[in-house]
């Protein structure tokens, strides 16, 4: 049920890997605030049980957009 849900792992955790790779080399990674990369690594792990799992599982989007909307939130609060 687990693994329906959320993939194999070992396949989950490589793809998550390789996307945060691919974040921590861009060219923003390092001036970017630990707000905005903790929501990017959390994107990545949600975006690897969704291509490795249950792509139709409500939560895993859900969770994407939470982490967007607080992270939002957040630059907006600092811009006033």
């Not at 690594?41 to 982490?67: P, V």
């Amino acid at each position: 049920l687990i693994e329906a849900k959320f993939g194999k792992l070992k396949k989950g955790a490589d793809v998550e890997q390789s996307l945060k790779n691919i974040y921590r080399t861009s060219t923003n990674w390092s001036s970017m605030d630990n707000h905005k990369k903790m929501t990017l690594d959390l994107i990545a792990m949600k975006m690897s049980r969704i291509l490795e799992g249950d792509s139709n599982f409500a939560d895993h989007w859900d969770d994407i957009i939470g982490y967007v909307t607080k992270t939002k939130e957040n630059i907006n609060a600092k811009s006033k």
